[in-house]
């Protein structure tokens, strides 16, 4: 099993970037597809991206297309989450997370099987 754990979160402005990593320990990470999900105060947590297992399909939400980037590096066992103009309403937790299946059930489903500690982060208007 994978085992996520999340850095690079912090406070910044809007307009602003910011990347996300996510490590992952295990050595079957190159055969997990990996995603990021938010939550914000007193909301769900919410989809924002995943990446199949080999980088080369991902998948967006609507809310961040464009702005954010998913990327890995299956040789350092890391994810990447480029953030762009960031907005006020992008301030969540961020989590990383993995699942061994195929990448149709995983964007289908969007349930993940490893999930990480969550890193803050703040953006301020």
């Known amino acids: 099993q994978v085992q996520p754990v999340e850095s690079g979160g912090g406070l910044v402005q809007a307009g602003g970037s910011l990347r996300l990593s996510c490590a992952a320990s295990?050595?079957?990470?190159?055969?997990?597809?990996m995603g990021w999900f938010r939550q914000a105060p007193g909301k769900e947590r919410e989809f924002v991206v995943a990446?199949?297992?080999?980088?080369?399909?991902?998948y967006y939400a609507d809310s961040v297309k464009g702005r954010f980037t998913i990327s890995r590096d299956n040789a350092k066992n890391t994810v990447y989450l480029q953030m762009n103009s960031l907005k006020p309403e992008d301030t969540a937790v961020y989590y990383c997370?993995?699942?061994?299946?195929?990448?149709?059930?995983?964007?289908?489903?969007?349930?993940?099987?490893?999930w990480g500690q969550g890193t803050q982060v703040t953006v301020s208007s």
């Open positions: 990446i199949s297992w080999s980088g080369g399909y991902t």
């Open positions: 295990g050595r079957s990470f190159s055969r997990y597809a």
């Open positions: 997370a993995a699942d061994p299946r195929s990448w149709t059930m995983v964007v289908t489903t969007k349930t993940f099987e490893s």
